[in-house]
């Protein structure tokens, strides 16, 4: 079984409430772990991750330790960052075992051809200062000025606001309207590459999934509702969208 989980946000909102996402997330990786194949954890993993050389975030050591456990018994598990975690560097892979990518994933999965994207950048070709930002926030060389410049108490502090804000600051969608950039976007890259059989998102926060012909379009929720919904394709190519709670 192939599973696919985004936008945990873990550390986001009060010590209350990122603990009691942790406990859940972990539920969920129990669940998962008991017969997967490959988990894809699809981006915003982390309300707010930057990785210093030698200093990660505190918290989260729980989460850490189970993805560990994990990949020590043969679990694969895939990280494609989104626009709240892009900034993991190796230690992930290092000491939990979690392959990091940081651009969109094209895969076989059982056979079918899979587009795996966390959902963010996907509609700024024509919004010059949104890719002067997100040129800026990826490039090595500023990040590597800004980790010799800035304290890690600092930077992460103001990290973890920002990422708050940031969050807050964009209301979650409640119709399936709001989805439509990244509808079209799927439908467009369907047209370049036409044995698209799936396609993958996290980041809208709603989950979603979009049943046409020759085509299948799955978005994932994020964790602040009472039910959040994850991907799945077992073992014969199957595409769904299921609830936990």
């Not at 194949?37 to 918290?59: A, C, M, Q």
């Not at 000491?95 to 999965?109: A, D, F, K, N, S």
Request: net charge negative; glycine share 8%; with cysteine.
């Amino acid at each position: 079984m192939y599973y696919f989980v985004s936008d945990i946000h873990l550390g986001g909102g009060d010590e209350q409430q990122a603990r009691c996402t942790e406990q859940r997330f972990l539920r969920w990786l129990d669940m998962a772990g008991s017969d997967a194949d490959t988990i894809f954890l699809v981006g915003d993993i982390f309300d707010f991750w930057f990785e210093y050389g030698h200093v990660v975030p505190k918290g989260f050591v729980r989460t850490l330790g189970k993805l560990a456990s994990l990949t020590d018994r043969g679990v694969k598990i895939t990280l494609i960052t989104g626009n709240h975690d892009m900034w993991c560097r190796d230690y992930l892979f290092r000491e939990c075992g979690v392959e990091v990518l940081y651009t969109p994933q094209e895969r076989v999965i059982a056979g079918r051809h899979t587009f795996i994207a966390h959902g963010d950048n996907m509609n700024i070709a024509d919004k010059p200062m949104l890719r002067l930002m997100n040129t800026c926030f990826r490039s090595k060389i500023l990040r590597t000025i800004f980790s010799w410049v800035v304290h890690p108490d600092l930077a992460l502090r103001f990290g973890k606001w920002w990422s708050n804000k940031s969050r807050l600051s964009h209301p979650k969608p409640s119709t399936v309207e709001s989805l439509g950039f990244l509808i079209d976007y799927a439908h467009t890259y369907k047209q370049q590459h036409p044995d698209t059989d799936y396609v993958i998102f996290g980041h809208l926060h709603l989950g979603h999934i979009v049943k046409e012909e020759g085509l299948e379009i799955l978005f994932m929720s994020d964790w602040t509702d009472e039910e959040i919904s994850y991907g799945t394709i077992d073992t014969k190519g199957k595409l769904e969208l299921k609830t936990f709670r």
